[in-house]
């Protein structure tokens, strides 16, 4: 399969040339970061049930990937330190091999039916602290590993892209039924035998053992 190759007479290599595309932000906006929550942001990450966490390698290359826990999850040690559970899931531990190499990670907080978001910047620690981990439990079993992290900058985010997405009208939603499920697409990837999915057969069967 041929990889497309962008035109290099459009390829922007400058930061100037950004500028010049999109222009300059208000002051207030270029400013708007502080490197410690206050108590309306920390109220906002805690009503969060899901967030979006990304990672780098030593390398530079970058993953980014879904956490998701009841709203009050993430807990706060300080205005300055949040600390996240990584539960035990598919064990590619990909953002915990990152962060081993390289501990700078960006959170996006988004709650639902919220059209705003919340992002943190930081240097992460991954830990085995015992306390840490019961204190993060859920449905009685400890964190795998509790991940710290010390804060760097913390900011808001307007609500244009989940408007422009229409991400929280109902209206505007597929019909889950003609999404391709997990199982199909892995099987498509690998050249694998398509799952059997006719009524009742979409489900896969993780979604039994979340904790």
Request: glycine share 6%; charged share 20%.
């Given at each position: 399969m041929m990889s497309y190759i962008p035109a290099p007479e459009h390829i922007?290599?400058?930061e100037q040339e950004l500028v010049d595309i999109l222009g300059t932000p208000s002051p207030l906006?270029?400013?708007?970061?502080?490197p410690f929550v206050t108590p309306?942001?920390?109220e906002f990450i805690l009503s969060s049930p899901y967030f979006l966490l990304a990672t780098a390698?030593?390398?530079?290359?970058?993953?980014?990937?879904?956490?998701?826990?009841?709203?009050?999850?993430?807990?706060?040690?300080?205005?300055?330190?949040?600390?996240f559970a990584d539960r035990r899931g598919n064990?590619?531990?990909?953002?915990?091999?990152?962060?081993?190499?390289?501990?700078?990670?960006?959170?996006?907080?988004?709650?639902?039916?919220?059209?705003?978001?919340?992002?943190v910047?930081?240097?992460?620690?991954?830990?085995r602290d015992p306390e840490l981990r019961d204190r993060l439990s859920m449905q009685g079993k400890p964190a795998e590993l509790a991940v710290i992290v010390a804060i760097d900058e913390v900011f808001t985010h307007c609500a244009r892209s989940i408007l422009r997405s229409k991400l929280w009208q109902p209206e505007s939603w597929p019909d889950t039924d003609t999404?391709?499920?997990?199982?199909?697409?892995?099987?498509?990837?690998?050249?694998?035998?398509?799952?059997?999915?006719?009524a009742g057969k979409r489900n896969e069967d993780y979604r039994a053992v979340l904790y």
């Open positions: 922007l290599t400058a906006i270029a400013d708007k970061a502080t309306l942001v920390q390698a030593s390398n530079g290359s970058c993953d980014c990937t879904p956490r998701g826990d009841p709203a009050g999850a993430v807990l706060f040690l300080d205005e300055r330190t949040l600390v064990r590619r531990v990909d953002s915990m091999r990152n962060m081993l190499q390289n501990p700078h990670v960006g959170m996006l907080f988004l709650v639902p039916g919220t059209d705003e978001t919340v992002r910047n930081g240097r992460a620690t991954i830990s999404i391709p499920t997990l199982a199909a697409m892995m099987a498509e990837q690998k050249n694998l035998q398509a799952p059997d999915e006719s």
